[in-house]
């Protein structure tokens, strides 16, 4: 069928997918639309789950071999550069397209309930946002171009800003909305930049001419490009450098967290590196760079979360490490076994934060870890799915899905770089061992219980926040029957990894989880983390020393509680001299005004005048020293031009033009 | 159509889109220089009118077609932002608007 | 087509416009623009273009210009206001002038090299016919992309002539 020049097949319902997410956040986010409550409950279902129905749809068809590849939607020829934007749907596409919209409708249903209790329009802004997020992702993932991929990736940071600060009345989201736009532009100023040396390269915007071209490219231009797509992925993906805008990202609603900054934004960093692994993996260089920083990545995360006194801060931690285990396996050249774990990563990340989002709902503690305490007995069910959720994390073996994707990951690495190996079983141990502390302090007792609180409270459970919770909470422990699949279905050799690696990879857990207990029963530890938990709140409200030296241990766990200041290290590093700088400059504070004009004039003054001291001035030279206080003044008089008026600029661009025309003109005179 | 009066339409497009520019430039008062920007704007579509007719193209009257939207899009903001601009500032002199705030 | 009646009726439309640019009422300035609307018009029929004066008339003239009447409704038309806006027309026109007069200059005066085609017969009549065929065919995407613009301006004069304060702040 032919409308307008284009082509319409049945493969162009791929359309459909993030349009179903863009109509709810047109209907949603526009303010004519007059809607009531249970229209806006009604409104933010349909588009969060909508998406769902055609993707299983095509997701199916391409499971079972019937990938509708590239769709072209609006092809220009512009001289010898094609300029096409499409869609794509392939194996790859289909998995990662799936796994958001499980999760984002997992989310959504849940978040119908959590959110209760909001204000209509704060909550048309929540929906209309998610699914404005949905939507940017799904383009994302089926991008068949890089207009498309890189117009996705945007729409992706800005919704994740504008949820972060989702809460205008706080200062702190603000700032962790802004910290984590920042971040993640710089990260995008690289990412474009790849995408920009590829289409010169490739003088085509499709991915399907883009990756043979950045593969076959010379004269050094394929490590820079794959080394800028590392950047880009490293900033989206809150890798070691550029980690520290997703802890402080907490700030955002809980549903927030689950479905963007655990589950699926974050994870698009690694997605892009899956796409683009052609030309990754042509540069041994930015491999090994990337492999090595998923590993320290998957450590430092590992170890942070461990000492965390906050639920969700723990969480995102552990979001770091798990996308550093991703960035470590594509490192390695396998990046199938890093698409499996990121759909394992995503069923029981959510899990986890819906969960103790639940749990912690109506806490007057807010997320702090303590707040987990009396959960088995308040919220059982919560309490279960987040014990599944953990046990997954922390990759019990055999029975949990985690442990099978990352016990696939830890084979790849085996098979290339033992050293790295070990760092990553190091960091397994560590993840068992906070995932469990968080179990054992969500089982213990709630100290302040009477008689009202320690009851069942499960007012709050309804089929709204069950049915995720359960279908999340079963998808956890089974989801390792698809982790092999998986990897068939993109294409991988799954070799068989030695059994002594496999016995690590099983028993490394089981040592975490006795540091965990370790960690809780052991007084000497115990009361270490107490102390450390006691002094960073103390500082945190009145930032002075210590005056008690604190021994090895504390410092550590306060250490890392704090990620290790890396983020005060930035503040100071970049942001405060920045800051100055700007305020310097725009004349605060015994700043110069106008300081590009000001300056030099000044500076010959001075040159001059230190010149000409030794020598007694005569009235010739005064007239011509005064030459040079006559510029400045001068440069303020034609600083009156500025009026700000629109009349008298507008006379100065005739003016140009005139000038410009006449100039022209002569120019024709022989 | 001779080649003289093509020439003089020509300069008759040239001559509307200066008096509109003059327009713009000596009147204060916001609804009059908006007045200007639209004789302003028929300049440009004598001009293509007249290009179109000569070469028989069709593109002419298309780009006239567009600068209507154009003049749509431009009048219905501009006066829009007049009557918000009324409410805190005076609309008969647009000297005094001469900082970001109102 | 007739050249010469769209020379007189675009010199119309000039003398209008020196008019429109020079009234102290608005009221006055608007009937002239409507005077040189409509001269336009007449002037693209002559010319053959006779959709283009069509659209001209209707929508330039009958909408766009019927916008700008609904807020003149609203201006101060008092004999004060006008005595203000008369003596602000008496100064300052000389900058411009000048300027404006410095734009015209070259472009009146160079004549660049003859048409390449002067032996094709000049000019022909473009049916409404042929701007279908143009606007439906290979300009399709440029008319959607003007559509966003009237979308966008639709929703930038909505937001911006709402009164009172918005909704949603949480």
Redesign the interface.
């Given at each position: 069928m032919e409308v307008?020049?284009l082509v319409l097949t049945y493969n162009h319902l791929l359309l459909t997918i993030p349009s179903i997410a863009l109509a709810g956040f047109v209907m949603l986010g526009l303010?004519?639309f007059r809607l009531r409550d249970f229209e806006v409950r009604a409104l933010a279902l349909i588009g969060g789950v909508g998406p769902l129905i055609p993707m299983l749809v095509f997701a199916n068809a391409c499971f079972h071999g019937q990938c509708t590849g590239m769709v072209p939607i609006?092809t220009l020829k512009v001289g010898e550069s094609t300029v096409a934007l499409a869609l794509q749907m392939d194996p790859l596409a289909a998995l990662v397209g799936l796994t958001v919209c499980v999760i984002g409708a997992a989310v959504i249903l849940f978040s119908v309930a959590y959110m209760q209790g909001t204000?209509l329009?704060?909550l048309?802004?929540f929906f209309a946002l998610m699914h404005l997020f949905l939507a940017g992702m799904l383009t994302m993932v089926l991008a068949g171009d890089s207009i498309v991929l890189f117009l996705g990736w945007e729409l992706m940071g800005l919704c994740s800003y504008l949820l972060i600060a989702?809460?205008?009345?706080s200062a702190e989201a603000i700032r962790a909305g802004r910290k984590a736009f920042i971040m993640t532009r710089v990260a995008d100023a690289f990412l474009l930049a790849a995408l920009l040396l590829l289409f010169l390269e490739a003088n085509s915007v499709r991915l399907d001419h883009l990756i043979p071209a950045g593969v076959a490219a010379q004269d050094g231009m394929r490590p820079i490009i794959a080394a800028l797509l590392l950047g880009g992925a490293i900033g989206k993906s809150a890798q070691v450098p550029m980690h520290t805008w997703l802890p402080s990202a907490m700030a955002g609603p809980t549903p927030v967290s689950a479905l963007l900054h655990s589950a699926t934004m974050v994870a698009a960093g690694a997605v892009l590196l899956m796409r683009f692994s052609p030309i990754i993996q042509a540069e041994p260089v930015v491999m090994a760079i990337g492999a090595g920083l998923g590993a320290l990545t998957a450590i430092f995360g590992a170890a942070a979360a461990l000492f965390q006194q906050d639920i969700k801060r723990l969480l995102a931690y552990s979001s770091i490490s798990q996308i550093g285990y991703m960035m470590l396996a594509i490192g390695v050249g396998a990046p199938e076994a890093a698409a499996a774990h990121f759909v394992v990563h995503a069923i029981f990340k959510s899990l986890l934060f819906l969960s103790a989002g639940h749990i912690t709902h109506h806490s007057p503690r807010g997320t702090d870890i303590m707040a987990m305490r009396g959960a088995s007995q308040r919220n059982p069910l919560a309490f279960l799915a987040f014990s599944a959720g953990a046990a997954s994390l922390a990759g019990l073996p055999v029975i949990t899905g985690g442990w099978w994707s990352k016990e696939a990951m830890l084979g790849a690495v085996w098979g290339v770089e033992p050293a790295l190996w070990t760092v990553a079983v190091l960091a397994a141990v560590l993840t068992a061992a906070y995932a469990t502390r968080a179990v054992l302090i969500a089982a213990m007792p709630d100290p302040g219980s009477h008689d009202g609180h320690a009851d069942h409270d499960d007012s709050h459970d309804t089929g709204y926040t069950l049915v995720p919770l359960a279908f999340l909470g079963f998808g956890a422990l089974l989801a390792g029957g698809l982790v092999e699949p998986i990897m068939h279905l993109l294409g991988a050799h799954v070799p068989h990894a030695p059994l002594f690696t496999i016995l690590v990879a099983s028993i490394a857990p089981l040592v975490g989880v006795a540091i965990a207990f370790a960690l809780a029963y052991v007084p000497a530890l115990a009361n270490g983390l107490q102390r450390a938990r006691d002094i960073a709140r103390r500082t945190r409200r009145r930032p002075r020393r210590q005056d008690k030296p604190a021994g090895f241990w504390v410092r550590i766990a306060l250490a890392f509680s704090r990620g290790l200041r890396i983020d005060t290290l930035y503040q100071i590093v970049f942001v405060w001299p920045f800051v100055k700088l700007v305020r310097w400059l725009n004349g605060y504070g015994r700043g110069v005004a106008d300081p590009a004009g000001n300056l030099p004039a000044m500076a010959a003054l001075r040159l001059q005048r230190a010149i000409t001291a030794p020598f007694a001035p005569d009235w010739i030279d005064r007239t011509w020293t005064a030459f040079g206080g006559r510029i400045l003044a001068l440069w303020a008089a034609l600083r009156r031009l500025q009026?700000?008026?629109?009349?008298d600029h507008?006379?100065y661009m005739?003016?140009g033009?005139?000038?410009l025309?006449?100039l022209?003109?002569g120019l024709?005179w022989h | 159509m001779t080649e003289d009066s093509f020439t003089a339409l020509m300069l008759l497009s040239t001559a509307l889109f200066v008096v509109g520019l003059f327009g713009v430039l000596a009147r204060r008062s916001i609804l009059i220089q908006l007045l200007s920007l639209e004789v302003a704007l028929a300049g440009p579509s004598l001009a293509f009118i007249t290009a179109g007719a000569r070469h028989a193209d069709a593109g002419g009257q298309a780009m006239f077609v567009m600068i209507l939207i154009l003049a749509a899009a431009e009048v219905a903001l501009g006066l829009a932002l007049y009557l918000r601009l009324r409410r805190t500032a005076d609309g008969t002199d647009s000297d005094s608007l001469s900082s970001l705030r109102h | 087509m007739n050249a010469t009646f769209a020379l007189w009726a675009g010199s119309l439309a000039l003398i209008s416009a020196l008019l429109v640019v020079t009234r102290a009422s608005v009221v006055h300035a608007l009937i002239w623009l409507l005077v040189t609307l409509l001269s336009l018009s007449a002037s693209f029929f002559a010319l053959g273009a006779s959709f283009a004066g069509a659209a001209q008339i209707l929508i330039y003239a009958g909408a766009i210009l019927a916008v700008f009447v609904f807020v003149v409704m609203t201006v101060d038309a008092s004999p004060k206001a006008l005595e203000q806006e008369r003596a602000r027309l008496g100064r300052a026109w000389v900058p411009p002038a000048l300027v404006a007069a410095l734009v015209l200059v070259p472009l009146f005066a160079w004549r660049g090299a003859p048409g390449a085609d002067t032996a094709a017969p000049m000019g022909a009549a473009v049916s409404a016919t042929d701007l279908g065929m143009l606007l439906f065919g290979p300009w399709a995407a440029v008319v959607e992309i003007a559509s966003g613009l009237l979308l966008a301006a639709l929703m930038g004069a909505r937001h911006l002539g709402r009164r009172g304060k918005p909704e949603g702040r949480g």
């Open positions: 307008f020049g303010d004519p609006f204000a329009p704060d048309r802004r989702y809460n205008t009345t009026t700000g008026r629109a009349r507008g006379l005739a003016a033009t005139a000038g025309l006449l022209a003109w024709t | - | -």
